[in-house]
């Protein structure tokens, strides 16, 4: 179905930074008439062949490090081997990795039919990411082990979000500067994990946003910009952390998202009960309530999952869920809504 794939054509590639700047103060503006007839004379095949419904849920997985073997993974990390084999499962059934940014940005460009997954890595640990002695990332690390994928499965995007804390991440002074640039260049985002990785919720408030910020003007030096998503450091919040955030704690720095250590699969971006400043991730792992359980899930109950229509400026709805659509989150952008019946597949007016 490339064919109805419908990627950054018309200037809206997600992958563009500048495009999320507009999460601030959106302004209305007039797709071009390309765009919209494309969505006229394609949509109705789209939904009658993927039932797109992007009110559904969707994985924000949580990993930390790597480990040789498969008995040393423990609750956080996972083997070289078991990080191919998710992976690999991800792809097959479906699921396209897109960063966090992306995710907040409401602007979803995955292929009709597929489901977006975040992939995030906290703490910068040596094992997601070094260089080999010829320069590239290496089969034992996270980038190296996404990339290694590339052959097999032609269509696979490697994208991932690194939240980093610490002077040096992944734990090499001198590469630093080197590994965050490549993540950069190549569609990975680099992300805030504080600066020393305390426990936000028991130092004073003013060293709370002194750890978020001395990090945020690190990663600043290289993306260039003050608006950052974050990783809270065992999912410790401090008292009244939204209204905290959302007053202006932060200066002039933004926050553009903020994920839990948490167990379920996320509400879709564009529901009413989506959270920015609180997204729940799932840990990796087989066990219950892990990766592979909410995979299981959401292959039997398909209805609670996130189906992409292919059109990263369109949101496509069945009109059971419409009353979920956080309208006036999305209000003011350039996406365009289609709510269609889900028994006739007709479109209707929401
Ligand atoms: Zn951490």
Known sequence: MDALFFGGDFGMNISD???????????QKFMTAGLENYIDENIDGIIKEFEPNELGSIPVVMYHNL???????????????????????????????????EWVSGKIDVPAGKTPVVLTFDDGHPTDFQFGEDGKPTDEC???????????????????????????????YEYD??????????????ANHTTNHLNLSTIPIEQAKEEILSQAKRLEAYTGEKRFSFSVPFGEKFD?????????????????????????????VYS?????????????????????????????????????????SAIT???????????ERFLNTENRVIVYDDETYKIVNP
């Open 17 to 27: 930074n500048s495009l999320v700047d507009s999460e601030v103060a959106r302004t």
């Open 67 to 101: 480990v040789e073997k498969e008995e040393d993974e423990g609750l956080y990390a996972r083997s070289y081997a078991n990080l191919r084999k998710d992976l690999v499962r991800l792809i097959e059934e479906g699921y396209v990795p897109i960063t966090t940014r």
């Open 142 to 172: 996270v980038v190296g082990i996404m990339e290694s994928l590339v052959g097999e499965y032609p269509d696979f995007v490697p994208k991932a979000t690194f939240y980093l804390n610490g002077p040096a991440a992944f734990g090499d």
């Open 177 to 190: 500067p080197d590994k965050i640039s490549y993540l950069l260049e190549h569609g990975y985002e680099v």
């Open 240 to 268: 009244d952390y939204d209204k905290k955030i959302k007053e202006g704690l932060l200066g002039d720095y933004y926050m553009i998202s903020s994920v839990n250590v948490g167990w379920c699969p996320t509400y879709s």
């Open 272 to 312: 009413k009960d989506f959270n920015e400043l609180s997204i729940d991730r799932i840990t990796c792992g087989e066990d219950d309530f892990e990766l592979y359980y909410w995979l299981d899930d959401l292959k039997n109950n398909p209805e609670k999952r996130f189906i992409s229509d292919g059109i990263a």
């Open 317 to 327: 709805i069945p009109s059971s869920l419409y009353e979920n659509y956080d309208r």
